[in-house]
């Protein structure tokens, strides 16, 4: 069970890495994380106010605000630093995030079997070898290796928040709730601020039409991380955290994957040798 919904959360996110990432090349990051974030806010009301979570409202959620806090940041870092290098390069370190959580894991007391050890190893190198990062190069590179790093840290901190942040599914619906609301007023200032500085709030040459031609797309991202973030808990609760938080870190190489399909992006050597061994990992963490 933890295998199946971890491994459904890489291909959320994976997923959703692509969407925002292409999206942020036609609008303001900042503008990307609050509509999509917005979207998610509306459904994800729908579905508590529909399934009686507020019953479920308590110091938990407090772990929600967090990664609601952390959120934004992460996201908008990321986003920028995939407008501004190949998803297949930065996509791939924004996985070193998973040494949080697994950290987590171990210091809570979980202790894998030697081959879910060796699959960790395997499947994380594989993960970073799949995007085949060069950290050498333009000014433009290196500012997209930092801002991945900083997102990196920031994942890994919400996948270990939002796995404390409830107990049971209803409660599980209520924290993403709660962690969206936190996204959009932190994002929302964030953007407003930018705004006050001088920064743009909508795309050139187009405005709101082309947020509002969007917002399909808009949609599927938020929505798809969202339901990343619930799988991943879920995932977290039915077994070992070190063996969820890896499996779900595999999202790289879909976003990879998805770049190569639709972008045309092409793979290097040692990002299909990544990718082969991300797939290596996956199955020792599974056997285990």
Excluded: C, H
Excluded at 147 to 152: C, D, G, P
Excluded at 221 to 234: F, H, R
């Amino acid at each position: 069970m933890t295998a199946l919904f971890a491994l459904a959360t890489s291909l959320l996110w994976g997923l959703a890495d692509f969407g925002g990432g292409s999206l942020t090349r036609r609008m303001p990051a900042l503008t990307v994380v609050v509509a999509s974030q917005t979207v998610a806010v509306a459904v994800l009301g729908a579905v508590v106010v529909a399934t009686g979570g507020w019953s479920e409202a308590g110091p938990l959620l407090w772990y929600a605000v967090a990664a609601g806090v952390v959120g934004p940041a992460a996201m908008l870092a990321f986003y920028k630093a995939l407008a501004l290098g190949p998803m297949g390069v930065v996509s791939p370190l924004g996985s070193l995030g998973v040494v949080v959580p697994v950290s987590v894991g171990l210091l809570i007391g979980d202790r894998p079997g030697l081959p879910q050890f060796a699959g960790i190893g395997v499947a994380v190198v594989g993960v970073v070898l799949a995007g085949g990062p060069e950290l050498r190069g333009a000014p433009v590179q290196r500012q997209a290796v930092l801002l991945t790093l900083v997102a990196a840290f920031g994942f890994g901190a919400v996948m270990a928040l939002i796995s404390e942040a409830s107990t049971t599914l209803t409660g599980l619906f209520l924290a993403l709730f709660v962690q969206r609301v936190t996204n959009v007023a932190v994002g929302g200032a964030a953007l407003y601020a930018s705004v006050r500085r001088g920064g743009r709030a909508l795309p050139e040459g187009g405005g709101m039409r082309v947020v509002w031609g969007a917002l399909p797309a808009l949609a599927f991202v938020g929505l798809a991380d969202v339901a990343a973030n619930g799988t991943y808990a879920i995932a977290a609760q039915y077994g070992p955290v070190t063996v969820a938080a890896v499996l779900a870190s595999l999202y790289p190489v879909v976003t990879a994957l998805a770049a190569r399909a639709v972008l045309k992006e092409r793979l290097r050597a040692v990002q299909a040798a990544g990718a082969g061994l991300a797939l290596v990992g996956t199955v020792l963490l599974a056997a285990g």
